[in-house]
């Protein structure tokens, strides 16, 4: 069984100034990690993905991930935040490519990002 | 660029009718997959659909619910008796084929159920 943990609800900072968005998950294998972004009345948009390739994953918009396995945990991050980073973002997990099938994505339960003039 | 389409974007109804979702995935992928979103809580996993055919599905994809492929390029999901708990926003998605390969998410229909 895999899970999620997405330690902060709400995560406020000014622009310009670092994001950092915590995420914990566990699996039972070795997992595939994404991080969603969702602004309002919007899809989900995939930011980054990991895949057992390198650890430090980097995405669009400017954002990066890193998979630390002994701590369990992808957080997100942005060295300079932007007004239009204002948004909902989601880790998940996926355990999908082990068996190579249609397994379902396993979400958090979601950041909300403000971003302070 | 390629997306995923949903309609409606926000459909209302009554309690104990039927209702049925639709959904346009990308059309070179070959899985498609219903979650949800209760307002307030995490999107859950219902449904995987591969080769014309349920893959896997979650405990709360109960009898109430099908999935069908009907034309090749619509994806419906169908609610047989709607319940109030069954508001929700209701998201598709669709995957290619291949490994490492993320899936792709619609905007979602906001279901009310009165």
């Known amino acids: 069984a895999q899970s999620v943990t997405q330690l902060d609800s709400h995560v406020s900072v000014s622009e310009g100034t670092p994001v950092l968005l915590r995420c914990n998950y566990s699996?039972?294998?070795?997992?595939?990690l994404f991080w969603y972004v969702q602004h309002p009345n919007k899809g989900l948009q995939l930011l980054l993905k990991?895949?057992?390739?390198?650890?430090l994953v980097k995405g669009i918009n400017g954002f990066e991930a890193e998979f630390k396995k002994s701590e369990t945990s992808f957080h997100l991050t942005k060295p300079s935040a932007h007004m239009s980073d204002a948004a909902e973002y989601f880790c998940?997990?996926?355990?999908?490519?082990?068996?190579?099938?249609?397994?379902?994505?396993?979400f958090g339960k979601g950041t909300h990002l403000i971003i302070q003039p | 660029e390629p997306e995923v389409t949903q309609t409606p974007s926000h459909q209302v109804t009554q309690m104990g009718q039927e209702v049925i979702l639709r959904c346009v995935p990308i059309?070179?992928?070959?899985?498609f997959y219903w979650y949800r979103q209760i307002l307030g809580q995490k999107v859950e996993f219902l449904v995987s659909?591969?080769?014309?055919?349920?893959?896997?599905k979650s405990e709360i994809f109960d009898d109430q619910f099908s999935v069908e492929r009907p034309d090749g390029s619509n994806f419906t999901l169908k609610i047989r008796s709607t319940k109030l708990e069954d508001s929700a926003m209701y998201f598709c998605?669709?995957?290619?084929?291949?490994?490492?390969?993320?899936?792709?998410f619609g905007p979602g229909t906001r279901l009310t159920v009165l």
């Open positions: 659909f591969y080769n014309n055919e349920i893959s896997e």
């Open positions: 998605a669709s995957r290619p084929e291949g490994p490492y390969n993320e899936q792709f």
């Open positions: 998940v997990v996926s355990d999908q490519w082990v068996g190579g099938g249609a397994d379902g994505l396993t």
């Open positions: 059309s070179n992928h070959l899985y």
């Open positions: 699996s039972s294998y070795s997992p595939s």
């Open positions: 990991y895949t057992s390739a390198a650890t």
